[in-house]
């Protein structure tokens, strides 16, 4: 089957515009998640949403970043008023329940 | 806050050597632990995971993994490598709490050479 796909691939932006990221997540797959990486570092994560139980937000970097998912399907990650150090390979991955996380290919954001 | 350590940022080996990447992390309770990979060009994909159970894994491509809890380890292994397993590789923890949301670490770059 299709595996998660994520939109676009790219994104340069100005800074202080707003972004939004989109991730559709495998079918019947519950969970899905938000990470980022910056250049030279790890993923690091972002948010979690289960279900229909209220997300994780504990690992937003600021108020500026947000994300929605609609029942156990497509998700947006907004990042408003963007600034230089956003700039990350944005990652989601989603899963059955907590089992193992399949990842989408990632948007590259790049504010200048 | 739990923190994964891999301590080979990158590695650089001939076809046919044997491969070991260090892994540890710093959870002290029951935790999920992963490896995965990147190849050029490509996604994130699974190469093995431990659970529970027998603490020698085995994932794709001939790779394994021993999860050693006294000293919260997670290394990974291949007895011979392939210039096709030019890639990077990440260790990730989850299972800590609060659904299964990974802490990766930085990962390892991997290159082989013919």
Same mark, same amino acid.
């Given at each position: 089957?299709? +595996?998660?796909?994520?939109?676009?691939?790219?994104?340069?932006? #100005?800074? +202080?515009?707003?972004? #939004?990221?989109?991730?559709?997540?495998?079918?019947?797959?519950?969970?899905?998640?938000?990470?980022?990486?910056?250049?030279?570092?790890?993923?690091?994560?972002?948010?979690?949403?289960?279900?229909?139980?209220?997300?994780?937000?504990?690992?937003?970097?600021?108020?500026?970043?947000?994300? #929605?998912?609609?029942?156990?399907?497509?998700?947006?990650?907004?990042?408003?008023?963007?600034?230089? #150090?956003?700039?990350?390979?944005?990652?989601?991955?989603?899963?059955?329940?907590?089992?193992?996380?399949?990842?989408?290919?990632?948007?590259?954001?790049?504010?200048? | 806050?739990?923190?994964?350590?891999?301590?080979?940022?990158?590695?650089?080996?001939?076809?046919?050597?044997?491969?070991?990447?260090?892994?540890?992390?710093?959870?002290?309770?029951?935790?999920?632990?992963?490896?995965?990979?990147?190849?050029?060009?490509?996604?994130?994909?699974?190469?093995?995971?431990?659970?529970?159970?027998?603490?020698?894994?085995?994932?794709?491509?001939?790779?394994?993994?021993?999860?050693?809890?006294?000293?919260?380890?997670?290394?990974?292994?291949?007895?011979?490598?392939?210039?096709?397993?030019?890639?990077?590789?990440?260790?990730?923890?989850?299972?800590?709490?609060?659904?299964?949301?990974?802490?990766?670490?930085?990962?390892?770059?991997?290159?082989?050479?013919?």
């Amino acid at each position: 089957g299709a +595996g998660v796909s994520q939109s676009p691939s790219n994104k340069v932006t #100005e800074k +202080g515009k707003d972004v #939004e990221l989109r991730c559709d997540p495998i079918s019947g797959h519950t969970a899905l998640y938000w990470y980022r990486q910056r250049l030279g570092q790890g993923l690091e994560f972002l948010i979690y949403f289960q279900g229909n139980s209220a997300p994780d937000k504990s690992g937003l970097p600021s108020d500026r970043f947000s994300a #929605e998912r609609t029942g156990e399907s497509v998700s947006t990650l907004t990042i408003q008023r963007t600034q230089q #150090e956003d700039s990350a390979v944005y990652l989601c991955a989603s899963s059955w329940r907590e089992d193992t996380q399949y990842f989408g290919p990632g948007t590259r954001l790049t504010v200048l | 806050a739990q923190s994964v350590s891999q301590h080979n940022h990158h590695v650089i080996l001939s076809e046919a050597a044997s491969l070991e990447l260090g892994c540890n992390y710093s959870y002290g309770g029951t935790v999920n632990l992963f490896w995965y990979v990147q190849y050029p060009g490509q996604h994130l994909q699974l190469l093995l995971k431990y659970f529970s159970g027998d603490p020698l894994v085995k994932g794709i491509k001939g790779f394994e993994a021993e999860f050693i809890k006294s000293k919260f380890s997670f290394n990974l292994r291949k007895p011979s490598v392939q210039w096709s397993d030019t890639a990077e590789y990440f260790c990730a923890v989850g299972g800590t709490g609060g659904g299964n949301k990974l802490t990766f670490g930085t990962g390892t770059q991997l290159k082989v050479e013919l």
